[in-house]
């Protein structure tokens, strides 16, 4: 049997009535949330830059970077730190090229010169997370005209810059003018730097592999990724030399095993035939090496030990063979491979 | 068994006349839920979303011109190409209200031609008020602390001295706008309101370098529009120049290659990236002049698939020699 209870209060009646208004009007409002709801639309916030927020987050600050700055040099705008998902606010396009190379943090702070007040320098400190990267980039982007300095073992200056590899790090530190005044206090600038942060010299002892006669100087680099324009081609030094008063590139990348090098210089050499080289049959100095003509240049490919390496750009195929027996002479005589 | 009188005691009928009208009012609950329900999720077309759009900016009846000075003076190439197409009233009336594009991307000095130099722009907002504007705005979105960008360039000042009002960035700016036929600018963000009621928008860039796209001129100055997260379009930089062009059809282009940056663009930063390329150009045809200025890059515009692919969707001639430019020296 099923009983109903006669009592109901005038108070329970209207305080049910306010609770299904109240569910009425939250439904409701939920229905037309969710006919104006376009995901496009991002938060106000989020409209602006995140590097806005970056802005006002804990600043580096110059005691992070520069601690003590360095007589006559102030900050001029508070530090600012860019991590991978918001670089390019900063530095837009050319971000893709740090985030290839492994960037792990940007601190970047503008100083005011005291005694100049229209002068004022930013500093731009790249964390590569270890000093191949970080050499990665400076020498991807190594001014022809830079004045080789001694502040670290990968350091030039330009008319209005300076740009240096310490440890970890890729520095650059940029006045807002060319002129000598600016020269003083961006080195004062660099030694502070140098001096305060704490880093494993970026020794990169695979230059030594490049044999040295002929060689241009300062014109060894490292390309992070997509080297040559081959997807598969990564960490690849490459150094420049000038052979009979024309140009050609040595290059080699030390892969993890020995098949694995002989599959990516077999892979390298179909990539070339693919976009219009010609495969030629010729007397190579070196055992299962591959020569290729490709737009009036010559390239021969080989592998020793784990190391594929070559020569690329040479107008003859005399030069290509002349350099790329250097080449495989001092890999093999400094790799130790077997 | 004790009878409470004020318990009403239900009888078979009853109860089930109450339990069928639960059911009944659970199921209408459930069926509203299903109704409400969008299995495919929000429909992100143009059509549906974004009733806002940009108008066409670009002057009726001219038709498309194009003007090449050569000369080591910014401000004189620009005067004289803006006179070689028929003086600055050919496209500002009187009354106009004048929008200038500019690129403020990076605080960084005017000197390393990163962004648009002040100098021009004091003089174009000069000769806009000269033809009778009505008002000049000077405008950009550089992402990371637009304040800084516009002073320490120098375009804040300059602008503000030649008389132009300078609009920094801010969220209640920007409006969701869609591109018809677009992939990319589909109910994206754009800095809107600085356009609303604005009757002339002329673009102003430097000739650069860029490491995604290859080169950053006229077209890509439009970017500087977007908001949110823009870097997402890196990933498909070609495209989505072509598409800012579609989106921003201007009265004019001013592309500066007085000193064009050949490497480590777009940001640059020393002087050894540039070089002094002398030419000033003034078009109609944004295309046109992007496949111009591809040349003091030395490249050619083949070099550079968004030009090709903005000829191919009608937004212009990437054979800028078709239009019989107007070639000037100072």
Redesign the interface.
């Given at each position: 049997m099923i009983r109903e209870n006669k009592h109901i209060s005038s108070r329970q009646t209207f305080s049910s009535l306010a609770i299904l208004t109240i569910l009425i009007i939250i439904g409701t409002g939920v229905i037309i949330a969710q006919y104006r709801y376009n995901p496009a639309l991002l938060p106000k916030d989020a409209l602006l830059s995140t590097a806005a927020k970056t802005s006002r987050s804990s600043p580096p600050s110059a005691e992070k970077s520069f601690l003590p700055l360095p007589q006559g040099l102030a900050p001029l705008t508070v530090g600012e730190i860019f991590e991978t998902q918001n670089l390019s606010d900063k530095i837009n396009g050319k971000a893709e090229l740090y985030l290839s190379a492994g960037f792990a943090r940007l601190v970047s702070q503008r100083f005011k010169d005291e005694r100049a007040s229209d002068l004022w320098i930013e500093a731009f400190i790249y964390d590569m997370a270890n000093g191949h990267n970080a050499f990665s980039v400076f020498s991807a982007q190594r001014r022809d005209d830079g004045i080789p300095l001694d502040i670290t073992p990968h350091s030039y200056r330009t008319p209005n810059a300076l740009f240096f590899v310490h440890g970890s790090y890729y520095v650059e530190i940029i006045a807002s003018e060319a002129s000598e005044r600016v020269v003083q206090p961006m080195n004062l600038l660099a030694a502070r730097f140098i001096r305060n942060t704490r880093t494993e010299t970026a020794a990169i002892n695979e230059m030594e592999l490049f044999p040295q006669q002929d060689l241009v100087a300062d014109s060894i680099g490292l390309i992070s990724s997509d080297a040559f324009g081959y997807e598969s081609l990564d960490k690849v030094y490459t150094a420049e030399y000038e052979l009979d008063g024309t140009g050609l590139m040595a290059y080699f990348s030390r892969r993890l095993t020995v098949d694995d090098a002989k599959k990516l210089a077999g892979s390298y050499r179909n990539f070339l035939v693919n976009f219009g080289g010609q495969s030629i049959e010729s007397q190579l100095p070196i055992k299962n090496a591959q020569l290729v003509e490709i737009l009036d240049t010559y390239e021969i490919i080989f592998c020793y030990g784990a190391y594929m390496a070559g020569v690329r750009e040479a107008v003859t195929i005399d030069q290509a063979k002349k350099l790329v027996i250097r080449l495989y002479d001092r890999i093999k005589e400094v790799s130790g491979e077997p | 068994m004790n009878h409470d009188p004020?318990?009403?005691?239900?009888n078979r009928r009853q109860?089930l006349v109450r339990s069928a009208k639960a059911g009944a009012a659970i199921a209408a609950a459930c069926a509203a839920g299903f109704w409400?329900h969008d299995a495919k999720g929000?429909d992100?077309s143009a059509e549906h979303?974004s009733d806002i759009h940009l108008p066409d900016f670009s002057i009726e009846g001219l038709g498309a011109k194009m003007s090449i000075v050569r000369g080591q003076d910014r401000v004189a190439t620009l005067r004289l190409a803006i006179k070689s197409m028929g003086g600055i009233e050919t496209f500002i009336k009187n009354g106009d209200r004048v929008l200038l594009k500019v690129n403020a991307?990076?605080?960084?000095?005017a000197?390393?031609s990163a962004t648009t130099h002040p100098a021009i722009i004091a003089e174009m907002t000069a000769l806009c008020y000269g033809a009778g504007a009505a008002s000049v705005v000077v405008t950009d979105n550089p992402?990371?602390?637009p304040a800084?960008c516009f002073n320490?360039t120098g375009i804040a000042e300059a602008a503000r001295r030649a008389g132009a009002k300078v609009i920094l960035?801010?969220?209640?700016l920007?409006k969701?706008l869609t591109v018809p036929q677009a992939k990319l600018i589909?109910?994206?963000?754009v800095l809107y309101q600085p356009l609303v009621d604005i009757t002339k928008v002329i673009g102003m860039a430097p000739v650069k370098d860029?490491?995604?796209?290859g080169a950053?001129m006229a077209m890509k100055n439009w970017y500087g529009l977007l908001?949110?997260?823009r870097?997402i379009f890196?990933q498909d930089?070609n495209t989505i120049i072509k598409e800012l062009a579609m989106m921003v059809n201007p009265s004019l282009v001013i592309l500066d290659g007085t000193m064009s940056m050949m490497?480590?663009?777009?940001?640059g930063?020393?002087?050894?990236?540039l070089k002094q390329t002398n030419t000033m150009i003034v078009a109609t045809d944004q295309v046109a002049a992007d496949a111009f200025g591809a040349t003091l890059l030395d490249k050619t515009f083949n070099d550079l698939p968004f030009i090709g692919m903005a000829e191919a969707a009608g937004l212009g001639t990437a054979d800028y020699r078709s239009l019989d430019p107007a070639e000037l020296s100072l």
């Open positions: - | 004020s318990i009403k005691v239900l109860f409400f929000p992100r979303h991307a990076f605080a960084s000095p000197m390393l992402i990371n602390d800084s320490l960035p801010r969220a209640e920007f969701s589909r109910n994206r963000p860029h490491h995604r796209s950053s908001g949110g997260r870097n890196h930089i490497t480590n663009g777009p940001t930063g020393s002087l050894s990236d």
